[in-house]
């Protein structure tokens, strides 16, 4: 499993561009940035600078970070044996899910990466220019389903809180843009909310349409069996860094990231074990589970005195493939 929380490397790049930035003005910025992504504006319109761009990535790139590798622990978990060697990083921003893909295969070699935003491209590549395995990156400039119509294949594409900045239209296309693109696995990751959730399933939909397999979080290519209000979403702890919380103005040393995300590969996963859907509730005498299984959403009860089952239950965690 890789560790939620930035890499060495990534910390050291991102404090040595606070050098001479005033964490007031950082912590203002990200402030107006929160405010409009909270009003359901997108980063184009906020992020303009190289200070825009830093203050992004100081307040909200551990969190996105996290909730990438939470995801692909998701993914390796069902498929241990995937060893992608390409990746295609679309609206990579500071480059967030390019480190985390890095960290989880040591099989990556070609990271190419796109997005609209300049100062974002320019971020994320002082941030990759020591860094051992992301120096090589390229990274174009434009629009998502331009440039992924023109890119070249690769085993795994991602699209982490991208497409709920993209309309509805053209999310369709670029959909099926990426997963033209996509020799192995495709994962997209969005905010764990109902709007990031619906978006996730109807993406499933689209692509299980055309022949793709959940890999992860479901453990079958059906229908989402959830019900509104409901909504599938899972959280990520991480840790906060001096800086991370100056900017955000923030008192605890950690922060929970809602994510909701979908992984779809060309081959059918024949394995698919259940997945815990919320933190299960551990009582004396059960523990109550809410799972999704093949056949649909189950409430599973251990009992206590089945101590063997019961130990394994406690071990349980929401998000967790049991
Ligand atoms: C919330 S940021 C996420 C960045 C990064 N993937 C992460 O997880 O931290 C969304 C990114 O999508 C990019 N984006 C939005 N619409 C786009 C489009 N039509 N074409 C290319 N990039 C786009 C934005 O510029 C921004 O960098």
Excluded at 3 to 15: C, F, I, V
Excluded at 65 to 70: N, P, Q
Aim: aromatic share 6%.
């Amino acid at each position: 499993m890789t560790s939620p929380d930035l890499p060495a490397e990534l910390r050291t790049a991102l404090n040595a561009k606070l050098e001479g930035l005033s964490r007031n003005e950082a912590a203002g910025r990200a402030a107006a940035i929160s405010e409009t992504y909270r009003a359901g504006g997108g980063s184009g319109g906020t992020i303009k600078s190289e200070s825009d761009a830093l203050a992004y990535a100081l307040a909200r790139m551990p969190a996105t970070y996290a909730a990438v590798v939470a995801s692909l622990n998701g993914l390796t978990e069902i498929r241990p044996d995937l060893a992608p060697t390409s990746l295609l990083d679309v609206g990579a921003g500071p480059g967030t899910a390019s480190w985390a893909a890095a960290e989880t295969f040591p099989s990556l070699q070609d990271f190419a990466l796109l997005d609209a935003n300049e100062a974002l491209r320019t971020l994320a590549l002082d941030l990759t220019r020591k860094s051992s395995r992301l120096r090589g990156i390229r990274y174009e400039l434009g629009q998502a389903r331009t440039y992924v119509t023109h890119a070249d294949t690769a085993d795994l594409v991602i699209a982490s809180y991208v497409i709920n900045e993209i309309g509805e239209t053209e999310r369709a296309a670029l959909t099926d843009a990426m997963w033209a693109k996509t020799k192995d696995t495709l994962l997209v990751v969005e905010p764990g909310t109902p709007a990031g959730y619906a978006r996730i399933i109807a993406l499933r939909a689209r692509l299980i349409a055309a022949g793709a397999h959940v890999a992860a979080p479901c453990p079958h290519d059906g229908g989402c069996p959830l019900v509104a209000p409901d909504w599938c979403h899972f959280s990520q702890r991480l840790q906060r860094s001096r800086a991370h919380k100056q900017v955000k103005g923030a008192e605890l040393p950690f922060e929970d990231e809602r994510f909701a995300y979908v992984a779809l590969s060309r081959t059918k996963v024949t394995a698919r074990p259940s997945r815990v859907l919320a933190q299960p509730d551990v009582g004396k005498v059960e523990i109550a589970a809410k799972l999704c299984t093949p056949d649909g959403v189950v409430v599973t009860r251990v009992p206590r005195r089945a101590k063997a089952d019961y130990a394994r239950a406690r071990r349980w965690r929401w998000g967790d493939a049991v």
